[in-house]
């Protein structure tokens, strides 16, 4: 079965960090944009970040843009999310998804319906 597993979710006062990683089951990523989203308690999931096969191109929502970044090692099939500044309104369960074809970078940000495979989330919860 093909999937995606994510890990490093966890509980972390307000100001600290977390780094989620993304690693798949059945393929490799390195064909692969990948995006994280997030969704919190009583609100609509949201795409926060994606990063392009090759990692040259990036994209973040406004509200994580400068506290969160989006990496990706092909090597070792796994892409990250490095999570710093946490705050309160950071608390969700935080999912990863690869997309087959799109592109990111820029403007362009694929929509989650672009989304091929899906990860079961990993939950993070920021408060002290």
């Known amino acids: 079965q093909l999937q995606l597993v994510e890990a490093g979710g966890g509980l972390v006062q307000p100001g600290g960090s977390l780094r989620l990683s993304c690693a798949p089951s059945g393929f490799t990523l390195r064909s692969y944009t990948i995006g994280w989203f997030r969704q919190a308690p009583g609100k609509e999931r949201e795409g926060i970040s994606c990063?392009?096969?090759?990692?040259?191109?990036?994209h973040y929502k406004d509200s994580v843009k400068g506290r969160f970044t989006i990496s990706r090692d092909n090597a070792k099939n796994t892409a990250y999310l490095q999570m710093n500044s946490l705050k309160p309104e950071d608390t969700a369960i935080y999912y990863c998804?690869?997309?087959?074809?799109?592109?990111?970078?820029?403007?362009?940000?694929?929509?989650?319906?672009?989304?091929?495979?899906w990860g079961q989330g990993t939950k993070v919860t920021v408060s002290s």
């Open positions: 998804a690869a997309a087959r074809y799109a592109a990111c970078g820029g403007r362009l940000y694929p929509p989650a319906t672009t989304y091929d495979y």
């Open positions: 990063i392009s096969t090759t990692g040259d191109g990036t």
